[in-house]
C-alpha cells in the first residue's frame, strides 16, 4: 500500500485486487460492503465514505454532517490496467483537488480524501476520469443543512 500526501488535504492510497468475482458482477458482497455498484463497466464499486479500512469503505455517506471533517472517495477500477485514473474534488465548476494515479492490475481499489474547512461546504463534487478524459464517476457532495441534524 502507498499514500501520498497532496496539497494537504487528498491523501491517495492504492492496491491490487486478488481473484474472485466482484459484486457488480455477480460475486458476493463482502460483509459490511457499502459502496454502490456504478453504471461504468469500468468503476465495480464507489462510494463517499467516512473512512476506508483494509481497502473497503466503512460506510456510504448521503450527507455529510457537522462532526465529520475528512470525507473519502472510494473507486473499485476494472478493466483499466495499464492506464490511468483521476480523482477530481471541484467546488463549482473549478478543480480544487485531483490525482492522477496509475492502475497496475485487472483489479484496482483506490481512494482519495478531502479535509472541508468550516464555511468551505458548498457546491462540491466529486468526479473519477479515465486517461481519454471519459467521465466514469461524477456525484455531488452533500452537506447536511442545520435541519437535518
Request: glycine residues 10%; hydrophobic residues 45%.
Amino acid at each position: 500500500m502507498k499514500s501520498i500526501a497532496y496539497g494537504g488535504s487528498v491523501v491517495l492510497l492504492l492496491a491490487g485486487v486478488a481473484g474472485g468475482v466482484p459484486p457488480a458482477l455477480g460475486g458476493a458482497e463482502p460483509p459490511g460492503a457499502t459502496a454502490v455498484v456504478s453504471p461504468s463497466p469500468h468503476v465495480l464499486r464507489w462510494a463517499l465514505t467516512r473512512g476506508v479500512v483494509d481497502l473497503e469503505p466503512i460506510d456510504r455517506l448521503e450527507a455529510i454532517g457537522p462532526e465529520i471533517e475528512e470525507v473519502f472517495l472510494f473507486c473499485e477500477l476494472s478493466g483499466l490496467q495499464g492506464r490511468s485514473v483521476e480523482h477530481q474534488w471541484l467546488q463549482g465548476e473549478e478543480v480544487r483537488h485531483a490525482m492522477r494515479f496509475d492502475v497496475q492490475s485487472e483489479r484496482w481499489r483506490v481512494f482519495t480524501s478531502k479535509r472541508f474547512a468550516p464555511g468551505d461546504i458548498y457546491n462540491w463534487r466529486v468526479r473519477v476520469l479515465d486517461d481519454a478524459g471519459k467521465v466514469l464517476i461524477e456525484a455531488p457532495v452533500r452537506f447536511m443543512t442545520s435541519d437535518e441534524y
